[in-house]
């Protein structure tokens, strides 16, 4: 299945827009993904293997925290997942 | 059904002149002299005056909303007019809240424009925005956007929201009181400098007015109370690849801020939700454990032998336009080659404005290098204060 990557984090997976992967679970398509890219590991995940809550994950359009079985959800080839950062463009005066 | 006395006294009147101006929304159904007088009765915030406030301003105005409040502190820099397109070359250094104000007056005459000139604030966010039916959110950093989302939240006023990056956007209506807000979709920021700014990453100049322009959409439909406006929808919109789709947005029942058992009731401390330090008052010559060198300091230990590595952290195509002649390993790619460094020499860590090389300088630190330097101010203050003939981006 085919899982868009925001643009903040192409970066991380050789500047693609999307990665294909094989799975039968929403978890198990993240847990290829960041196999095949572990840069991109820290991103989603904290320390404590929680996905980050700036980030959120779509199952087709559908918000995956909303689904009844969450990561469990089982997934086809022709679904998709896309991963939506949270963005604010414009010029980030932050600390430094 | 009310009388006609009850009639007038809800809703404004429209002069002669008006009615000649609003003709073509006149002539639309779903708008009419109905339509048109609720949006002169409407109030209607923009909170910034920058690349989403620009279109958002100009249509509301256009449009024939009655009053505009406008909240921007910033002044008109030359790098703004690539898509602030309500300023103008002669406005560069002019608080925007003035330029703008001024374009959109000679727009439409009849509209009521409120400058609140002043950064949003926690402390005065809840008396702004009570003035005003609506808020349409175009700022550009995470702290406001969660202090105008709970605020709006708390004041039960509309957020007609978007926001951009690079060539992609987002857009949304939150804080209504079915729908979600913000925090439903975001319950919390990103880390400081994880997503980075217009400045460092870059913006195609027409990506705020295609969203901008959304915005001012979803404000006067939820004005006249017609067509979907985008609450409970996530519009996304790639503008390179002109593709727009759209996501399921939930109401979070468990939301601190717009659940059924809020736990935010008042305004918090948003820098700090974001997790940024305030900035300490002196020029810090050390940040976060890294040593701050400037252009000047830098110049003078090479001229004088110094046996320094400098390394550039930008991307290639920045190091195109301009460069200090120092090897470049773009940030991304530092982590896969940090073996090409000499832990045992003195580095000094540059970028564009010294907020990526700080991170580079970090993480090079927390490997196992002792003697790292940040450039504070990165290659434009190197233009500013050392080399005057390099170009600044």
Redesign the interface.
């Known amino acids: 299945m085919k899982i868009f990557i925001?643009?903040?984090l192409r970066?991380?997976v050789n500047k693609q827009d999307a990665v294909q992967v094989n799975a039968n679970t929403v978890g198990e398509a993240l847990s290829a993904l960041t196999s095949q890219h572990p840069?991109l590991k820290k991103?989603l995940y904290s320390d404590e293997g929680k996905l980050?809550?700036?980030v959120?994950v779509?199952l087709n359009?559908?918000?995956v925290r909303?689904l009844p079985e969450k990561e469990a959800t089982q997934v086809k080839e022709e679904d998709s997942l896309?991963i939506?950062?949270?963005?604010?463009?414009?010029?980030?005066?932050?600390?430094? | 059904m009310p009388t006609l006395t009850e009639e007038a006294v809800a809703q404004p009147q429209l002069t002669n002149e008006e009615i000649a101006r609003y003709s073509r929304h006149l002539l639309l159904p779903e708008v009419g002299l109905e339509g048109q007088k609720k949006l002169k009765a409407a109030k209607v915030l923009c909170v910034?005056a920058?690349?989403?406030g620009a279109p958002l301003a100009y249509y509301l105005a256009a449009a024939g909303i009655g009053t505009l409040g406008l909240v921007d502190f910033d002044k008109v820099d030359e790098s703004n007019l690539q898509r602030q397109i309500i300023h103008s070359t002669k406005d560069v250094g002019r608080p925007k809240i003035d330029s703008a104000a001024e374009k959109l007056q000679a727009l439409n005459p009849y509209m009521k424009i409120v400058k609140h000139e002043t950064m949003l604030t926690s402390t005065n966010a809840l008396d702004i925005i009570k003035e005003y039916d609506i808020v349409a959110d175009g700022?550009?950093?995470?702290p406001t956007?969660y202090l105008v989302n709970d605020a709006c939240v708390l004041s039960g006023k509309p957020n007609a929201y978007a926001?951009?990056?690079?060539?992609?956007?987002?857009a949304s209506v939150f804080a209504t009181e079915e729908g979600p807000c913000y925090r439903c979709?975001?319950?919390?920021?990103?880390p400081?400098?994880?997503?980075?700014?217009?400045?460092e990453?870059g913006?195609l100049g027409i990506l705020?007015g295609l969203l901008g322009v959304i915005q001012a959409t979803e404000v006067i439909k939820l004005i006249l109370g017609k067509g979907d406006p985008l609450i409970g929808r996530?519009l996304?919109v790639d503008s390179l690849g002109m593709k727009f789709?759209?996501?399921?947005?939930?109401k979070n029942a468990d939301c601190p801020v717009c659940g059924t058992h809020p736990t935010v009731t008042k305004l918090i401390d948003y820098q700090q939700f974001?997790g940024?330090?305030p900035?300490e008052p002196k020029a810090a010559t050390v940040?976060n454990g890294i040593p701050q060198i400037t252009p000047k300091e830098l110049k003078q230990r090479l001229d004088s032998g110094e046996n320094i590595f400098v390394l550039d952290v930008r991307e290639p195509h920045e190091y195109q336009i301009v460069n200090i002649g120092a090897p470049l390993i773009p940030l991304?790619e530092l982590?896969n080659r940090v073996n090409e460094l000499d832990p045992n020499r003195e580095i000094v860590v540059h970028c564009k404005s010294?907020?990526r090389s700080?991170r580079a300088a970090e993480f090079l630190q927390k490997s196992g290098f002792r003697n790292v330097s940040n450039l504070a101010g990165g290659i434009l203050a190197w233009a500013t204060d050392v080399d005057p003939k390099l170009p600044k981006y």
Request: glycine letters at 14%; a negative charge.
């Open positions: 925001p643009t903040p970066v991380y840069d991103h980050r809550a700036f959120n779509y359009d559908e918000d909303y896309s939506i950062p949270s963005i604010a463009g414009g010029c980030q005066p932050h600390g430094r | 910034g920058g690349g989403l700022t550009d950093n995470f956007r926001s951009i990056f690079r060539f992609e956007g987002q979709l975001y319950p919390e920021p990103p400081p400098g994880l997503v980075p700014s217009c400045a990453g913006v705020p996530l996304l789709r759209e996501l399921k947005l939930r974001c940024i330090h900035e940040q991304g982590p010294g907020v700080q």
